[in-house]
């Protein structure tokens, strides 16, 4: 019985040693190249959700205003809708924070393109209904959509495919 022990023992080392080697390889054939030029389109979609997320303050801010000027509601409503349109076009294969660029992006926006897909939908849906909101002039109406659009299109999509900066 001691004798089998000790036979294990000395028999499972090479094992060892060579399962550990090849962890070893396999992480390293997985790890980013170093990245080389940024592709455009990660500045581009950067810019374009910027320029969405401007479009939405400028909504709420008039909310807050004893009288929301509809002549900015309205076009930034249509704005937030067209960029949203955008989206498909700007998420090249290859170009998540763990490719190595700088960018918020996450593989699971390529590892889940269905999931990734219905997200941008279910928020373009949600800004046509802001749009419909801020074309009757009713404030109310329009602040329902910023909470509505706010959770369920910008966050939704921000909680699965956008890191997590806190
Ligand atoms: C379908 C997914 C999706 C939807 C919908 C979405 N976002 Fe994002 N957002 C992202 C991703 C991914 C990034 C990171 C982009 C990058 O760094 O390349 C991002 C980044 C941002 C940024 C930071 C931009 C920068 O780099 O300066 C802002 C601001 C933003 N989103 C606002 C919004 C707002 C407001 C909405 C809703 C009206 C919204 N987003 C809807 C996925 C989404």
Partial sequence: MTRNSTFRLIAATPLIALLAACGGETTDAEAPEPAGDAPAEIAERQDNFEAIGDSFKAIREQLETDAPDFAVIEPAAADINTRL?????????????????DTEALAAIWEDPEGFNEAIQT???LSE??????????PEAVGAQVGNLGKNGCK?????FRKDDD
């Fill in 156 to 160: 939704n999509c921000h909680d699965s």
């Fill in 85 to 101: 349109q955008r989206l498909p076009d700007l998420f090249p294969e290859g170009t998540s924070m763990e490719a190595g660029y």
């Fill in 129 to 138: 209904e802001m749009m419909a909101a801020a074309a009757t002039g009713d």
């Fill in 123 to 125: 928020a373009v849906g």
